[in-house]
């Protein structure tokens, strides 16, 4: 496999397949993971899936106010971070969450973050599912659109004027390439040769809208051609290709081959997140295709062929994912609220004296009920 060139737009509408549909694998694309590689990414796949469900049960019940999925996303999600080194940087958008836990991530934290406790390691102050973790080296959620992709090239670029080994990637779904960011970050990196890796998750809707509705080009990957990107479509539901497809990228952005722009064919599964209803929009009829095409039944597929895995281990692998979710949610649940004057900590170093005054007016004033 090789990524496309900007001229080569015949190739534009190749796609990176590696598992077959008996689970056996091809072997000119296989990135030959060891069987434990690939347990783990399956087990971190499934995790994922999980943890998904339990938080939408929580939205649902109103004990958290807002969650965003990858459902049907965790191959593209979770294969991209396996396939950066631990040196490098990744910059998401607001799916992947399964990438910042495969990194290092603290579940207990990421719950923490979701419930805005005052282990939250922003301390309440944004969303659920909006964090960051420096130790992962994974760069704070934002929901303005397209934001973390030049957040990511500029990351890249001066890593390389610093003459430090460190490729960036940044998520972003199909829908990003229609804003102003992308067209910045790509024509930036295309320049400037960044060593970055810009990663569409393409799952086909945009919230309510398909991607046929949002460009006229044959596919998503060629919008490198105009920017002078190389880019390579890859099976998002493989995560076995989307391996190949990102190590290669990353491989080829820290030997000074410059940026590439990855298209992972994937399909969102749920709403856009708990405040949307796909039923709205589209049909269980669209559904079917992509349920047969489910990323953890395809690996869980290749698994059998590899002969290392049965209903034991499953079961067992269920067994203990429900425990370690139940326990970082109990945690959560269990912890205070972040305190309200720690409203005012970590933006000066010195607090002014107008912020001091409104602080101890605040503070001196009745407060709301479980605030202190």
């Known amino acids: 496999m090789n990524a496309v060139n900007r001229s080569d737009s015949q ?23 060891s069987a434990d590689d690939v347990l783990r990414l399956y087990a971190a796949m499934v995790r994922t899936r999980r943890i998904d469900e ?17 459902w049907g996303e965790e191959a593209s999600v979770v294969g991209a971070a396996y396939a950066m080194r631990s040196q490098d940087y990744m910059f998401p958008a607001y799916r992947e969450f399964g990438a910042a836990l495969f990194r290092g991530f603290s579940l207990q934290r990421y719950m923490d973050n979701m419930f805005g406790n005052a282990n939250d390691p922003v301390k309440g102050r944004q969303m659920p599912d909006h964090y960051s ?19 990511a090239v500029g990351f890249a670029w001066g890593a390389k004027i610093r003459g430090e080994d460190i490729v960036t990637l940044s998520f972003f779904g199909e829908g990003s390439t229609s804003s102003n960011e992308f067209h910045n970050a790509m024509n930036f990196a295309g320049v400037f040769h960044v060593p970055t890796v810009l990663f569409c998750r393409n799952n086909r809707w945009a919230i309510s809208v398909p991607s046929e509705r949002q460009s006229a080009s044959a596919t998503f990957a060629e919008k490198g051609t105009a920017y002078g990107v190389r880019f390579v479509r890859c099976d998002g539901n493989d995560v076995l290709a989307v391996i190949r497809a990102t190590r290669d990228a990353v491989e080829r952005a820290a030997a000074g081959g410059g940026p590439t722009l990855v298209e992972a064919l994937t ?3 749920s709403g856009h997140s708990t405040s949307d209803d796909p039923t709205i929009y589209r049909s269980e009829q669209q559904l079917e295709p992509w349920r047969r095409r489910d990323p953890i039944e395809r690996l869980r597929q290749h698994l059998g062929v590899l002969g290392v895995w049965d209903d034991a281990k499953e079961e067992k692998l269920a067994t203990e994912i429900e425990a370690e979710i139940q326990a970082a949610v109990d945690n959560a649940e269990a912890t205070e609220a972040p305190s309200l004057s720690s409203m005012f900590d970590d933006v000066f170093k010195d607090l002014p004296w107008h912020l001091r005054e409104q602080r101890d007016e605040l503070l001196g004033g009745p407060r709301a009920s479980g605030h202190h």
């Open 11 to 33: 190739s534009s509408l190749e796609v990176l397949h590696v598992l077959r549909d008996d689970g056996t694998v091809d072997p000119a694309t296989d990135p030959r993971l």
């Open 54 to 70: 339990r938080l939408v049960n929580l939205q649902r019940q109103g004990r958290i106010g807002f969650h965003i999925g990858s």
């Open 133 to 151: 973790c420096v130790a992962a080296k994974f760069g704070s959620v934002s929901s303005p659109i397209g934001t973390q992709m030049t957040h």
């Open 267 to 269: 399909y969102r599964m």
